[in-house]
Each structure stands twice: as structure tokens, then as C-alpha cells.
């Protein structure tokens, strides 16, 4: 059904949900799966530190009956001597039987689809994409509002520099009737390619600075930490990031069906008496996070679909992607590739769009 | 029978005596238990380095068919990012279904267990607790002697900052007929609590600065670790701290049935040649450690005492535990609770007692 | 059959062939072999890190069904508090069923092997062995070659400093009819005890310093790194450096049944477009380690040797091991153990060679 997971958009709508039915059946009835990867061995290859969404994926497999290697520091690791991605992908696909890596280039992912032999997994490739982020939301939403769609769903914090906020966009953007609340400061508000999305698929969608005035209509409110370094003075952090802090005062003006999401780690965006309020659902929803994780290793490793070449076009117009963090600036032996629309081309590692 | 194991005074010497046999019968009969956690996960939350430790209870779970996740090093983990014990103790309880947790600072497992779904052992908390230590010690006694009460039981080394030594001096004054017999310099005797402990429990005990003098009287010996820093000079520690070093001339000393036994790691205050001697029985002791913690996992995940909430008692007479390394002044959120007796106030975190 | 693997040396040809054999068997019938250590714990030691092999390891134990224990990196470890070798492999040896070491200091598996309870299998003591390297290079040739015999053997790069290299000489000159082509700068040239073992062979081996003019011969070659910082000047690497890397105009010179291995990681001494080629095992050799980590585990764990007290021999002449980095100068308690060989004494930890 999927070789790889690198990007959640890739994924049809189809596969979608059955990624989520799935996950449904493993939490209605885990003892079914328990040894479903019995001698199975899960790599986790963490480029970067990300102790919670390792142990997610360590869970999962284990849960499914199956055995987890890897390492959570480069520094200890054969990287350290100057080994690139392609050899230790190589390697690594050679041991285990799916790999799920995070890494702080971005399309590194991506890259290292382009030489495994086994399933691929991005837990989060820098600041571009975390695409199992997305679906333990989409999880957690089908489970505990029972659909996707015609729902109004409220974002706040950092929605120009989250990744998850974007994903979660575009991902619910695909279902009917969907409406964004998007909660923000000025200088944090979503990017421009993220509201052409938006329009493109018809959903609605405003734009607010006050947490409270949007509280009464949500179906989901979607927090996400909020940095003191993005604003663009201390005073003026000091003024409004209350606005955006979640306490039971502002979430008593939310609907008694409201379900409060958080990617977690918190740090102070959501008070902690909020916690013991039947809305608050960011625990469980780290919960979800390892059914969701549970029903792709299986269906990756169960379920492949046929193994097709990735082939990567190639253009000639340019020859490097120049954004400076993408995988391909780090790693010279890659093939260079881009997608054309119009005059823009878009690097097929990292996303980075070019006017040509 | 156990819902989390925080300090061992807190097990009745019942329910210690159950967890002693159960450890006797998996080690005569390993085979029986090779399969009795299948499908289990422990985690090992271990915020200060303890490889020793951890890998004991990581191959207890093993050697009952569990599987284990955890980290070893707090700064490769999310509470680096600022993430709070609460809320890592929320979501890794909703991962694995018991915790191993040691922490810096003191009454750290306690504050744990008010928040998670699943049992919690200490596996070391600051300066304060280190009850399966105490375990491994007790089940140690009992295997090679035979029993626990009427025993002259020698403690040497630093009794005034040993955690290990005032658990074991506690755990053993419940048991009829123990006579303690203290080694160590002026400034390393035991704190006063403890003699009020020994006294008020009947068992008899004396104080001694020489360890020959002491040897030929004991059934056991425990030895512990004297750093150099604890000595008030260091012509006094080149003049003490050869009296503390068990040689195979103390130990010439010492009767044929004495067991020598030792938390380790040790420096130097047992020299290698004592190793071979079978009355040293601090190696034997870790893989009785391992035992004791199969008992103690298969006892809280196959037999479960009724869960109760917690309830902390409030005092509002005082605000804030004076003791800097409680847990309770690193992590606000945490309700204060002190257990009162006269005009003392206890904290119910750290065990730290202020006057009133 | 076996109860350490110290030295591939000590191992005779006959057991080797039946290493090798098993390997194949595992690889041909990977799931007849998937429970047959259930239950079974490795604990992979790793005093200095090295992921690569750990994770060959740790992969080995779980394809077997069993599980693993360790640490990667001494900081983290009890190690770090002062804890001697004896120790740690005393107490490491009553959790584990098998131990595989890594440790910088030279002989340090031998030492180990003095105080373990168990297995131990050496997975590297600084510049001396690294035997489960060699096992999977040969493992590797007589997969990919069908014989071990009258192969005509390349080996180019680091052949002074290579402790794989040494090894892979000293294991195939025991098979008949090897020949050896050894490609280095004249800085970098094999030790002359490893051209005295190949004429005590009967081997035949040449010397050059082009690889273009020793590749059309070759049945097999051999590639290591090469250290910048092993050239006598910079220029002298710039100018020599490029005779040394493997490209594919080089390998055009090859015969068809050529295999190309290579220890890894690799830096720049194969270029990234030779791993198209077929005759490139390099990734190949990392699956063929861990099957042959796998048939280690399996016959140390189900066919031990009668297990033999280890005595070292004593010579009283000298005192001591002259190379600074043996394990016997670095653990006081170690005994010292020499062979006598006409004036020479050979360290039995080491292998360090003295004069008397």
C-alpha cells in the first residue's frame, strides 16, 4: 500500500483512511496485532535528538511483537566519522526491515528513499516536514469526534514556522466543509502558499489575534507553543503572548464538545489546570500517535505496495536548490532534481520553490 | 499488592516477605517466568546516568519475556526542550505499562506517581531513596543465610550520606533480634533519625571507628563507598582510610559464614583480592538484584493492588519545602503536601522535616 | 565449541569452516533460526562508540530471537564513576548470556575473558583485533567467490596501520594457493612480522604502489582508508592520493569476476559511482557480518567448548608491558602474562613483542 511515508500529501485521501480504520482496529483490539511483526526490526536512525517521537516508534513496533535498533545521537555514531547518508542507508536497510529517521536537513528523508531497500518513515526532516506528526492528529480527531469533516477548527500559536500547523492544514483542507480559525500575532501568521491551498480547496478560513473571541465556535482548538524569541520585542511579548496562553478562564468559553490538541512538548501556552478538563485530549492524543504509528509499520510491512523505481526528473536550467539547509547542499553525490510549474521550480528533496 | 514501589518502608514486611520468596522461586526456576510479561514494556526514565541500574531492571524485563524502551541521558531527551516531569510522566505512561524512573532530585518518583497511569518504581531519587537497592540487598541476606532476623549485621564505610545504608539499617530493624554494628569515622556516624529509628524499633547497636576490632563478631558485613572529599583534611584521610579498606588480613578476621556485601560500584575500600574469598558475595548480589526486580515487576503488573488516588494532605501553615533539592522547587505545578506530627512537619515528597 | 572469540587465530580452520558454513545455512534459512536464542540476552559493551557494529550485533541477537542489553557510549556509564573492567564484566556476566566488547586499550577482551561468567566475543580492542571483522570478510569471499583458496588478493590503501588488513592476511594465508598483491605508498607497507607469517605460509605477495597496474590480475580487492595525515606532507597526499582512490575507469581494468570489499565506513577511497557496479560487495559484506555475527552467537551460545580455567603463563624476567596502551597498564589488578619466545616475549594480552 505505501513504500515510503515522506510526505503525508502523497498519501491519497484512500490510503488515508485506512491508515486511520486501522489504527481504530489495533486500539479496539490489540491483543489481534501483538505479534503481527514477530522478528521484525524497526531502525530508528536519529539524526537529531527527539527522545518522544523515538519511544513512539520503539512502542509501536514492540507493541506489534517486532524488535527496534538505532541510534538517538549522531555523535555517537558512525556520522561522527564523516559517513554519509547514502552508506549508512545502505547498511542499515541491509540489518533492518524499516526505517524511520529524523534528520535536521531537509529532504533528507526523501534522500535516503532514493537508495533503501526496505520502507522509509520520515519522523521529521528539519523544518519541513513531520508527516506521522499529522496523522496521530487526523487519529486523534477521527477517534474522538468520529469524522474529518465540517469541522471548525482553530489554530494559534506559531502558525509561520510550524510544520505541523501546515501539515495539519493541508491535510484537513482535503476533507468537505472544513473551516480555519487561525489564531496569531501578525508577524506569526500562516504563510502565503498555505492560505492559496486554502482557497484552492474551497475551505474556509479567517484570520484572528485574540484566542478568546474565537473560542466559541471551535470544534478543535490545535495549540502550538509560541516562542519568545519571535516576537519582535520583549514588551511585546510580554503584552500579548497571555492572549495566547490556554487557561480555564478563555477554554470557558469554548463548546462542552471541544477537543484541545497540542503536538507536546508544552511549555507554557497551555496552563496546567487545563490538563484535568475532559477537553484537554494532548495526552491521549500522544496515545493515538502510537496506534497511528502501529497501523503504518504493519501496513508498510504487510502490506507493500509494488516496488516501482523512484525516478527523479531532472532539469538543467538549475543546478543546486539554494536553500542552504536542504539535504542536497550536505550531501554532493545526490542527483539533483526539480519540478517545473510556469517559472517556478520546486527542489524535490526539500520543496524550496525558484523562479527560474 | 503493589501500585508503585516509592520507599520500601512504605511495603509491609509481608508484602516484603512475598516479593523475597517470589525472587527465590524465579531463581530456582527461571523457565517458569520466561514468557510471564510477553507483550509487557518497561520503561527506564533514567534523568541521571545509572547504566548498572538500568541495565538490571532492562534484562529483569527481559528474562520475563517484556520488552523495554527509556533514555539514559536528559539531554538528549524532550526535557532538555523544557518539558516537565508531569507531562513526560502523562505520555510515557500511556506508552509503557510500568516506569523505572531515577531523577536528581528528591521526591521526584513520588511527584511521578501522582501522575501516572501506571506503576512507578524508584529507581533512585536524589539523595533520598533508592528502595530496590534495599531489595536486592535484603533478598541478597535471605538466599545466602537463610533468613533475616538475628543477625549482627556490620556497616562500614560513609553511614552518614549513604541512602543505600539507612534503607538497609530501616528495612532490617523490622526484623526480630538484629544488632547493628557501625564502622565508620566521627564524621561519617549515622545521623541521629536513624539511632532514634533503632531505638524505638528495640534493636540493639553500638558505634565503632576500627573495622578489625569490629570483624570477628559479624554474620554480616556491608561495605560502602568513603570518598576522599568526605574527610575533614587530608592527613586525615591518609591517616583513616586505610582502617576502612577490607583486605584479605581483616577479612582473616572475619567468621567463616560472613557475607560481605557491597552496592557497588566500589573504589577501593575492598581490595581485588578479596574477590575470591566466598564470603565476598557483592557480585552474586547484582544478579540477586535482578531477581528481586523480576519479583517486583511481575508482582505490580500481574498483581495489582486496588488503584486508589492518591491523596496528598495540605498544611497550609508553611507554602514550600526548605529542602532546594526537593522536587517540589523545581517543578512549581506540584501541590504541596506535609504530613504533620507535633511540631514538626514533614514533606510527603522528600521526607524532609521542618519545624513548625 | 567456542567459549571466547579473542583472536581469529586462535581459531582453527576447521572451526572457522564451520562458522562459515553456518552463516550460509542462516542466510539460506533465515527462519529456521528466528527462535533458537529466545530468551537469550547480548549485552554489547562498547567503551568507545562504534554503531555500525553494535548495531551488527544487536541485529544478529534479534534475527536469533533474543534480546540485548549495552551501552555505546563510557561517559554514561558506571565506567565513568571509576568502575574497573573486572567489575563491570563480573556484574555484567551474572545479567548476560554473551558478551560482545568494544574497548580502546589493547587486550582488553583478553582481560575480560579472565573474569566473565560468559561468552566474550572481542568487537575490537583499540589498533590490536577486530576478529568478527575478518569472520565477515571471509564469510563474504566465500559467498560471493565459492572458495577461500588459490584467490589472487588485492588489498590497498593503509596496510601498515590496518588492523583488518593484518587480520584478513594472517586468516586467508592459511588456505591454499592465496596470493597476495599489496598496493601502498612505501610509508604505508605491511609490517614485516605480516610478510614473515606470509613466507612462513608459502604464500606468494608482491608489493606496488599503483592500483591501475595490480587491478587486471585480481580475484578479489580489498580497499581501506587512507589517512590524509598518514602522508609525509601535503603534497605528497595530493600528488599520491588519487593513485589510491577507486573509480570507475580504475575498476574498468578489473576482471568481470572481480569483488570489491571494503571494512566502511569508507571517506573518499571509492568513489560514490562504483557501488552500481556489480562486482561492488562492499554493502553485500555488511549483511554477510551480520549473519556471520549470527552463526557466532548461535554456536558460542548452543555448542560451548568445555569450559577451561584460562591460565597465563608467567615470566618473572619483566614486570610489565612496554606498550602504553595495553590493558594491563591501564587496570593495576590485571596478572601479567608473557610467552616466551627465543629472546622475545610476547604480552599475552596485546601481543606487544619485547626484547628481554
Redesign the interface.
Known amino acids: 500500500m505505501l513504500n515510503n511515508l515522506i510526505d503525508l500529501e502523497e498519501v491519497s485521501t484512500d490510503k488515508l483512511g485506512a491508515i486511520i480504520e486501522l489504527a481504530c482496529k489495533i486500539k479496539a483490539n490489540p491483543e489481534d496485532y501483538?505479534e503481527c511483526c514477530r522478528?521484525k526490526?524497526l531502525?530508528t536512525l536519529f539524526y537529531e535528538?527527539?527522545?518522544?517521537t523515538q519511544?513512539?516508534f520503539?512502542?509501536a513496533m514492540?507493541?506489534l511483537?517486532g524488535?527496534t535498533?538505532?541510534?538517538?545521537?549522531p555523535m555517537?555514531?558512525?556520522?561522527?566519522?564523516?559517513?554519509n547518508l547514502?552508506?549508512t542507508i545502505?547498511?542499515?536497510s541491509?540489518?533492518?526491515d524499516i526505517i524511520a529517521m529524523r534528520h535536521p536537513a531537509e529532504g533528507a528523508a526523501k534522500a535516503a528513499s532514493l537508495f533503501s531497500d526496505v520502507p522509509i518513515i520520515n519522523a521529521g526532516d528539519g523544518g519541513h516536514l513531520h508527516p506521522t506528526q499529522t496523522l496521530t492528529d487526523v487519529v486523534t480527531l477521527y477517534n474522538e469526534i468520529g469524522r474529518l469533516d465540517h469541522l471548525k477548527i482553530g489554530l494559534c500559536g506559531d502558525l509561520k514556522n510550524g510544520r505541523t500547523v501546515h501539515s495539519l492544514i493541508k491535510t484537513m483542507s482535503h476533507f468537505e466543509g472544513n473551516e480555519f480559525i487561525l489564531v496569531s500575532t501578525r508577524d506569526l501568521k500562516v504563510p502565503g502558499y498555505i492560505k492559496s491551498i486554502l482557497k484552492a480547496s474551497g475551505c474556509r478560513y479567517t484570520e484572528h489575534d485574540n484566542l478568546s473571541d474565537a473560542m466559541p465556535t471551535l470544534d478543535v482548538l490545535y495549540m502550538t507553543r509560541i516562542q519568545r524569541e519571535r516576537f519582535s520585542s520583549e514588551e511585546e511579548y510580554l503584552k500579548q503572548s497571555g492572549v495566547y496562553v490556554l487557561d480555564t478562564k478563555k477554554l470557558s468559553l469554548g463548546k462542552q464538545s471541544l477537543k484541545i490538541l497540542h503536538p507536546?512538548?508544552?511549555?507554557d501556552e497551555i496552563s496546567?489546570d487545563v490538563?484535568n478538563d475532559p477537553r484537554a485530549v494532548y495526552?491521549?492524543q500522544?496515545?493515538y500517535g502510537?496506534y497511528a504509528r502501529m497501523a503504518l509499520i504493519y501496513l508498510m510491512l504487510n502490506a507493500p505496495a509494488e516496488k516501482k523505481q523512484v525516478k527523479l526528473p531532472a532539469d538543467n536550467r538549475v543546478n543546486r536548490c539554494d536553500n542552504p539547509n536542504c539535504i542536497t547542499n550536505r550531501e554532493s553525490?545526490l542527483p539533483r532534481a526539480f519540478k517545473n510549474s510556469g517559472d517556478m521550480l520546486t527542489c524535490m528533496y526539500c520543496d524550496n520553490r525558484m523562479l527560474i
Chains 1, 2, 3 share one sequence.
Open positions: 501483538k522478528g526490526i531502525a535528538p527527539s527522545t518522544r519511544m513512539s520503539q512502542t514492540m507493541r511483537g524488535n535498533i538505532g541510534f538517538d545521537n555517537n555514531s558512525s556520522v561522527a566519522k564523516g559517513e547514502k552508506d545502505k547498511i542499515i541491509g540489518y533492518a507536546l512538548p508544552r511549555v496546567s490538563d495526552f491521549k500522544a496515545v502510537m553525490y
